[in-house]
C-alpha cells in the first residue's frame, strides 16, 4: 500500500466516484444546520448527513477526476475526500458494485410482493378513511360535467394538501362513467437510472388497495420491446405521482389493472444511450392497446411551472411574477389543449422550457396515443393554480392543471 496515497487501495468506483441521484435537504441538529442526502429509491433504508461545507465535494463526485485531483482542486486533505466517498459508497449512494446489489436487493423485495408499497398515500389511512377523505374532495368541489365520455386525464404529482381540489375536478368526469377496463399512466423520472422509457411488471399499492398490474398489456408491451421496456423499473420506486391518481379511481371503479411508465424530460432533446425511445414506446403502446381493444383510460400525472429561488430562479415569486407565470403557463396549455404534440413541444422548446416544466414528454406521448385511439377527441381545460412551495425570501411555487380528454358518448 502507498501511504501517500490512500485512494490506491479502494475500488476504482470509490477512487473516481461518481455520485447517484440524490435529494440534499438542510434540516437542523443541535441548532446547526446541517444536510441530509436522501435517496430516492431508498436503497439502504438510511439518510446520510454532511455539513453544508461538504456539498461542494459532491458536485465533483461525477466520476470524472480521482479523489486526488478533486483533493487538489477543493485544495482539501485527500483523507477527508476519501472519507466522504467511502461513506457515501457504504450505503449505496455511489454508482457501483454496492448500489447494485442493494437495487438488486429491493427489486427482488418488489417482485415478492407484486407490486409497490403505498407511499404517497399512506397518509390518507386505512381504505375506508382513504375513501371517505376522497368522497369529501369530491363533494367540496364542483363537478365540470363535460359532456362525453372521458378517455384522458391530466392531474397534478402534488401532494393532495396542496392540489385536491385540481384532482377532484379532473376526476369528477371519470367518476360519473362506467369503469375502463385498464387505467395507463404516464409521467416524469425525478431521480431515474435509466435515459429511456422505464416501464415495470409491478403493481401500484395505494391506501385503498392494490391495482395489479395489467398482465395482458404488458406481455404485449414485451413482446414489442423487449427487456429493455423494465430494465431500469426500479425508478418506479421513487416516482409518486403515479401511485397518487389511483385512489380517485379506486374509490369509485375499484382495484383496476393499471399499466405505468416514466418518460424522461431529457428524451425531449436527444434519443436515449440506451433503452426505449419515445416514439417506439408509443408506437408499441397504441398497438397493444388496439389489439386489446376495451375502453382504456390514459393518465398523465405531472406538475408544470416551477418558478422562484427553489428551483434556481434569483428573486421570490411577487403579484408580478404570478400573472407572468400564469400568462405562459396558460399559452403552453393551449398549445397542449389544441391537441397537435409536435406543436406543443415546439412552444415548450421555444424559450428553452424556462418555466421548468415537468412532465413534458409524457404530455407529449398522451397526445399523440390519444390521437391514434380516438381521433374525435377534445381536451378540455378544468381548473389550473399556483401552489406556494415556500414562502418569504425563498416564495417559490408550482403550477397545475386538470385538464380532461373527451369523446362523443355514442363513439
Known sequence: MNDSNPEASQPEHVSRPRLRPVQVLPTQQNGQTI???????????????????????????????????????????????????????RLGLLEGPTAEALEDAKLQQLHDAGHFPPRATQGLGNSEIAKAAIRGWFAETEDPELSGVPVAVLAPSLSYSQAWE????????????????????????????????????????????VCPVDKDLLQLLRQRMGDQYCQDELDHFAEHGLESQLPWI????????????????????????DGVSSPVFISAMGEALSQLGGRTLLVVSTDLAHAG?????????????????????????????????DAFVEAVKWDKNALRWTGVHAMSAALQLTKMMHPEASWELVDYKQADTATGQQASIISIAGVVATVPAQA
Do not use: Y
Not at 369503469?179 to 437510472?193: M, Y
Open 309 to 341: 429561488p427553489q428551483f434556481g430562479e434569483p428573486r421570490a415569486i411577487d403579484d408580478n411574477r404570478r400573472v407572468d407565470v400564469e400568462q405562459r403557463d396558460r399559452e403552453l396549455l393551449g398549445k397542449f389543449l389544441d391537441g397537435d404534440a
Open 166 to 209: 385540481v384532482f377532484a375536478g379532473a376526476w369528477h368526469p371519470v367518476r360519473s362513467q362506467s369503469a375502463p377496463d385498464r387505467v395507463v399512466v404516464l409521467g416524469p423520472a425525478h431521480a431515474s437510472i435509466g435515459n429511456g422509457v422505464c416501464g415495470t411488471q409491478l403493481g401500484i399499492a395505494t391506501a385503498l388497495g
Open 250 to 273: 379506486q374509490e369509485q371503479h375499484g382495484n383496476i389493472p393499471v399499466t405505468a411508465a416514466i418518460l424522461p424530460d431529457r428524451l425531449l432533446d436527444q434519443e436515449p444511450e
Open 35 to 89: 444536510l441530509a442526502l436522501r435517496d430516492p429509491l431508498q436503497l439502504a433504508g438510511q439518510t446520510m448527513a454532511i455539513p453544508p461545507q461538504a456539498l461542494g465535494m459532491l458536485q465533483h463526485f461525477r466520476g470524472e477526476k480521482p479523489i486526488s485531483e478533486i483533493a487538489e482542486a477543493l485544495k482539501a486533505p485527500i483523507e477527508k475526500v476519501l472519507e466522504l466517498a467511502v461513506a457515501l459508497d
